[in-house]
């Protein structure tokens, strides 16, 4: 114990003082949840937005009970004139309405009569604008419909013969974790990001200024050495990463979901759950980082290496957002997928049984521990040291 307490302690403090890198390390974790905040006050602004619109409209005059039921709901109407389409892709105009020149004969006749909607479908900024005018022009159409029938003697409710309602069972903590789903790929993503550099410098840098060589010449056996130095990268790796949920679940608390009709509350148990839960990931990050680190002929060599570790975190999101499915008791046994289910539940405020710690806990403390014990057998061999 006193010669891992020896080796973290001088990896710590040689990591200390390289201030830049340090400074690099924990950029990560302020400036996620600050991206998250940003992006996602900017998507509820835009999907609550109840300022008035302007809408531009052809041939406005052909549907003037139409124009103002638009008016009704808040629209300003323009008139629009030129080419529709070329305005909306050179994106001098969100969307236009265009009413058919013959509006007024089909509906005496009682044909369908289409209006178009014209949008450009790869701005997400126009889409709820586009949703809402889809939405009054089919309200509009079943009042029309049930004016038709009424002036016939049927009663609109004839027309009504099935109808669907919310059964939605999700809790508000639910739909606000779902919302929220992306906030666990950067809490688990610092764990890879904040002790890379400190991980790559252990064993590419130390090796590319020669300073292994002499430090395994040490009566220090290998395992010591390298678990020594997993230790001390996770330590920062947990410390950027604790950090990182912290900013997180601040600005989750501060985001004003509400507005979109979601409520999303945290419990001190929750915040206890979730430290409990991601514990266990820097180490099996580090493990990995040093593993990959003795490859690399160079510190630069060795980030383009490592690099892709970082990606880890997000894929059993996207499989989670992409793959629904039933969670069962084997996949917290599953290293960092695990994980990321369990931090999904807690968010959610779902009952998470007491064996998933552990479950989710121990393979992964194994998995690094068993890289760890690699990594030392590696540098048994001395053209992994010369390399």
Known sequence: ???????????????????????????????????????????????????????????????????????EAGFIIEAFEGDPEAEVAAKTVELVLSIPIDYQKTMAAFETTR???????????????VRQVRNLVRIY????????????????????????????IASDEQR???????????????????????????????????????????????????FGKCLAASIVAALGMLI????????????????????????????VGLIMAILPIPLLASSLQLLLGLFAKSFKDAQSYVGFLVFIPVVPTLVM???????????????????SIMMKEILGAEPVPLLAYPAAALPTLLAGLLVCWLTSRLLDQERVIQS
């Not at 909607?117 to 997400?124: A, L, M, P, T």
């Not at 159409?141 to 939605?168: F, I």
Request: with cysteine; proline share 5%; net charge neutral.
């Open 1 to 71: 114990m006193n010669i891992l307490r020896t080796i973290v302690a001088k990896e710590l403090l040689d990591g200390v003082r390289d201030r830049r890198s340090l400074f690099s390390a924990f950029l990560f974790p302020f400036l996620a949840p600050l991206f998250i905040y940003g992006l996602m006050t900017l998507v509820i602004q835009q999907n609550t937005e109840t300022e008035s619109i302007t809408l531009p409209v052809i041939n406005a005059d052909a549907a003037p009970a139409l124009v103002a039921h638009l008016k």
């Open 141 to 168: 159409s079943s009042e029309l419909n049930a004016l038709r029938l009424v002036s016939r003697g049927v009663s609109p409710k004839l027309m009504r013969g099935l109808q669907t309602e919310n059964g939605d």
């Open 244 to 271: 990182t949920l912290g900013m997180c679940l601040g600005a989750m608390l501060m985001l004003p979901i509400d507005e979109l009709g979601i409520r999303f509350s945290l419990k001190a148990q929750q915040v």
């Open 176 to 226: 606000a974790a779902n919302f929220l789903s992306f906030v666990p790929i950067y809490v688990l993503m610092a764990a890879f990001v904040c002790g890379l550099g400190l991980a790559i410098d252990q064993t590419a840098g130390e090796r590319e200024r020669r300073s292994l060589e002499p430090l395994l010449i040490n009566p220090v056996s290998r395992l010591s050495i390298v």
């Open 321 to 339: 957002n992409f793959l629904p499915f039933a969670t069962s008791f084997w996949m917290y046994f599953v290293p960092v997928f695990g994980q």
């Open 115 to 129: 209006v178009t909607i014209i949008h450009d479908g790869s701005r997400n900024d126009t889409s709820a604008t």
